[in-house]
C-alpha cells in the first residue's frame, strides 16, 4: 500500500529480523466473499498454490475471481519472524513477502493458468517493489508445493522472460522458492477490496501476454 516512508530495498538476516512471537494473529474464519473455511477443511481432491505479487489487497481480488478457486487468503511468507503483524511486515525487518494462499480444484482450473493470471498481473521485473508500493515484502514470488509446480514455475518464467524481452523489458526478478510456513494476516486484509470496493489496489501489469496455459508457446 502506498506510503511515502522510505522502506528497506534489502533482506534482512535471521540475526536483523524482529523475534515475533509464538501465537498466530487473529484472522477471520471464513472467506467474506464466499463464505469457505479460511483455514480449512478443503474439498478432497484440492490443491493449494501461493504467490506474493505485490500489494495483496489486490491481488487476492485478482484470484478468487477466478473460476476454479476455492478459497483465497492473504498473508506473510517468505521471511524470519514467526507470525508476525502487518505493522512489523511494513518495517522491512522480518523478510516476508505479502502473499496470497489459494486452494483450487485442479479439475476446473489448472496451475498453469494460475501462473499466467500470475504474470500477468503484475510487473515481475521491478525488484523489490510494484509501482508506487516499495518495499521487500513487495517482491514477485512464486512458492511451490510440489516439485509438479517447480517445473510449472520455472517454464513460465522463462517463456515469459523470452516475451517481455521481445518488448524490451527487463529480466525477471521473481523468486521461486519452496512454499515456506505461511501466515494469515490479520482479518481487516482478508477479502479488503470485497469489504472495501474502492480501496487501493496498485498492481499494474506489464501488457505483455503470458502464454502459459493456452497451449501455445511463449
Same mark, same amino acid.
Not at 498473508?75 to 489459494?102: D, I, K, M, Q, W
Not at 485442479?106 to 494460475?114: D, E, G, I
Not at 516439485?147 to 518464467?157: I, S, V
Not at 496498485?202 to 503470458?210: A, E, F, K, N, S
Given at each position: 500500500?502506498? =506510503?511515502?516512508?522510505?522502506?528497506?530495498?534489502?533482506?534482512?538476516?535471521?540475526?536483523?529480523?524482529?523475534?515475533?512471537?509464538?501465537?498466530?494473529?487473529? =484472522?477471520?474464519?471464513?472467506?467474506?466473499?464466499?463464505?469457505?473455511?479460511?483455514?480449512?477443511?478443503?474439498?478432497?481432491?484440492?490443491?493449494?498454490?501461493?504467490?506474493?505479487?505485490?500489494?495483496?489487497?489486490?491481488?487476492?481480488?485478482?484470484?478468487?475471481? +477466478?473460476?476454479?478457486?476455492?478459497?483465497?487468503?492473504?498473508?506473510?511468507?517468505?521471511?524470519?519472524?514467526?507470525?508476525? =503483524?502487518?505493522?512489523?511486515?511494513?518495517?522491512?525487518?522480518?523478510?516476508?513477502?505479502?502473499?496470497?494462499?489459494?486452494?483450487?480444484?485442479?479439475?476446473?482450473?489448472?496451475?498453469? !493458468?494460475?501462473?499466467?493470471?500470475?504474470?500477468?498481473?503484475?510487473?515481475?521485473?521491478?525488484?523489490?517493489?510494484?509501482?508506487?508500493?516499495?518495499? +521487500?515484502?513487495?517482491?514477485?514470488?512464486?512458492?511451490?508445493?510440489?516439485?509438479?509446480?517447480?517445473?510449472?514455475?520455472?517454464? !513460465?518464467?522463462?517463456?515469459?522472460?523470452?516475451?517481455?524481452?521481445?518488448?524490451?523489458?527487463?529480466?525477471? =526478478?521473481?523468486?521461486?522458492?519452496?512454499?515456506?510456513?505461511?501466515?494469515?494476516?490479520?482479518?481487516?486484509?482478508?477479502?479488503?477490496?470485497?469489504?472495501?470496493?474502492?480501496?487501493?489496489?496498485?498492481?499494474?501489469?506489464?501488457?505483455?501476454?503470458?502464454?502459459?496455459? +493456452?497451449?501455445?508457446?511463449?
Amino acid at each position: 500500500m502506498f =506510503t511515502l516512508k522510505r522502506k528497506p530495498m534489502s533482506m534482512p538476516s535471521a540475526e536483523q529480523a524482529l523475534p515475533g512471537r509464538p501465537q498466530a494473529m487473529p =484472522t477471520a474464519k471464513t472467506h467474506f466473499v464466499n463464505g469457505a473455511a479460511l483455514k480449512g477443511p478443503y474439498p478432497q481432491g484440492a490443491e493449494t498454490a501461493l504467490f506474493g505479487l505485490g500489494c495483496f489487497w489486490g491481488a487476492e481480488r485478482k484470484f478468487w475471481e +477466478t473460476p476454479g478457486v476455492i478459497v483465497t487468503a492473504v498473508g506473510y511468507a517468505g521471511g524470519f519472524t514467526p507470525n508476525p =503483524t502487518y505493522e512489523e511486515v511494513c518495517s522491512g525487518r522480518t523478510g516476508h513477502n505479502e502473499a496470497v494462499f489459494l486452494v483450487y480444484d485442479p479439475k476446473q482450473v489448472s496451475y498453469a !493458468a494460475l501462473l499466467k493470471l500470475f504474470f500477468e498481473s503484475h510487473n515481475p521485473t521491478q525488484g523489490m517493489q510494484q509501482g508506487n508500493d516499495v518495499g +521487500t515484502q513487495y517482491r514477485s514470488g512464486i512458492y511451490y508445493y510440489s516439485e509438479a509446480q517447480r517445473k510449472a514455475a520455472e517454464g !513460465a518464467k522463462a517463456a515469459y522472460a523470452k516475451a517481455l524481452a521481445a518488448q524490451g523489458l527487463g529480466a525477471i =526478478t521473481t523468486e521461486i522458492l519452496p512454499a515456506p510456513e505461511f501466515y494469515f494476516a490479520e482479518d481487516y486484509h482478508q477479502q479488503y477490496l470485497a469489504k472495501n470496493p474502492r480501496g487501493y489496489c496498485g498492481l499494474g501489469g506489464t501488457g505483455v501476454t503470458c502464454q502459459i496455459g +493456452t497451449g501455445v508457446e511463449a
